[in-house]
Every structure is written in C-alpha cells, then in structure tokens.
C-alpha cells in the first residue's frame, strides 16, 4: 500500500472555527490532492499540488486553502468551518499527471455543527 | 462540463457474474479507471483503461471500453462477498489533474 497518512481521521468542531486536515507521504510523489465524498456526489477536487509551493483550485474550491511546504506533506485548511463542510476529506497522490493513477490515504471524517 | 454516471445499487448472488456499467462525456477522456472502496476505507485503483483499447482482462476483472458510445463496464467473474464494496469509474485526460469520478456504484454480493 502507498504510504499515505491522514490525520486526524475524525473531527467534531463547531461552525466558525479554523480546522486543517494534514496529508503525509512517504512515497515522494509529485502530485498530491484533496477530495471531498459526499452521497450522490462520488469525489469532488477541492485543491491539488504539482509540486512544492505550487498548487491550484479544483472544482469545489470555495471556503478551502492548501499549503505544500515540503514535498510530503499536504495541508487542508477551512478558515472557517460551515455546516456545508461536513463531509468524508480523502488526500490522494500520484506520480503521473496524464495517466493519474490515485493511491487514497483512509480519509478524514469531519463534522461542523 | 464533464461527467461521469453509473448507476447506484448491484444485486448479485455468490459465484455470479457482476456488471457494473457507466457512461461519460467527455469525448477527450484518454484514460478510464475503476476504484473499489470498502467501508470506512479510501478509494483502491483496480484497473484502468487507455483509450484506444476496447478490452482489457486482469484475473476475474474484465474491462470493456465502447468510445463509440462513451460507455465504459466492469465485469467481475465469479463474484465473491469480500467484493462487496462500492465501485467508482473514474476519467482523466492527458492535461491531467482533473480525474472525474462517478457517484459510484454500491455491490451487494448475497451468500
């Protein structure tokens, strides 16, 4: 299995306050991403990186911000959490960016209440 | 914008066949994937499809792409209850960075 690590794999918080997920990995690829699952949804591209420094917005972008200081790890902030945000957060990464092929971390389960 | 569409629920019997089907839009797609997630568990990549390809088969998988119709399907031979899982289809083009999943498609696999 790819070294994927997310933590933490579950939060309660409350509407209004900051929460960042965090996504390590040991296998030094490239490309990391963050996805949210939600139902009837399947997983939607909130932020990805394709190197340190460099990242850029996906689909569903709004309320989020990411920071990739170092090649290993990948941070997910919600400046201030909404009820909206409550979902399943995945961290996914790659080393091709044609062929994507996505190792998942276990995901994180946030809730905002 | 693109989109990708699979059906929400399978039913099969142990030692059946599965089919798990799914259609896109996105005429440029170049490669389609299927990822299996068990419960409380990210997503696995099972296989995956270059586009100029119509088949593909690893062991009890069996990949079928038809680009004519934008049509994608998942066959699982002799289907077992630890196959039980949801399945996602999955597409991405050489630009890259933007792989578009379907909803997903839950598999019961009765004993």
């Known amino acids: 299995d790819a070294g994927i690590t997310q933590s933490p794999r579950h939060k309660v918080t409350e509407t209004g306050t900051p929460v960042t997920l965090r996504c390590h990995q040991t296998e030094n690829h490239r490309y990391m991403y963050w996805y949210r699952q939600d139902p009837g949804h399947g997983l939607r591209l909130i932020h990805y990186s394709y190197g340190v420094k460099d990242t850029d917005k996906g689909e569903v972008s709004d309320g989020y911000s990411v920071s990739r200081s170092k090649t290993e790890d990948f941070l997910l902030t919600l400046e201030s959490a909404t009820s909206s945000q409550t979902s399943v957060y995945f961290c996914a990464i790659s080393s091709d960016r044609g062929n994507e092929k996505l190792f998942f971390g276990s995901g994180t389960q946030l809730s905002v209440l | 914008g693109e989109d990708v569409e699979q059906s929400l629920f399978l039913s099969v019997r142990e030692g059946d066949s599965s089919v798990i089907n799914c259609t896109y839009t996105?005429?440029?797609?170049?490669?389609l994937y299927w990822y299996k997630q068990e419960p409380g568990a990210g997503l696995q990549l099972l296989t995956y499809i270059f586009s100029n390809m119509d088949m593909k088969q690893d062991q009890r998988l069996t990949v079928l792409l038809n680009k004519k119709d934008k049509h994608l399907s998942l066959r699982i031979a002799d289907t077992q209850t630890g196959d039980s899982a949801i399945y996602f289809c999955a597409e991405s083009n050489t630009g890259g960075f933007k792989t578009i999943f379907g909803a997903g498609t839950r598999l019961f696999v009765k004993a």
């Open positions: 996105d005429s440029s797609s170049t490669y």
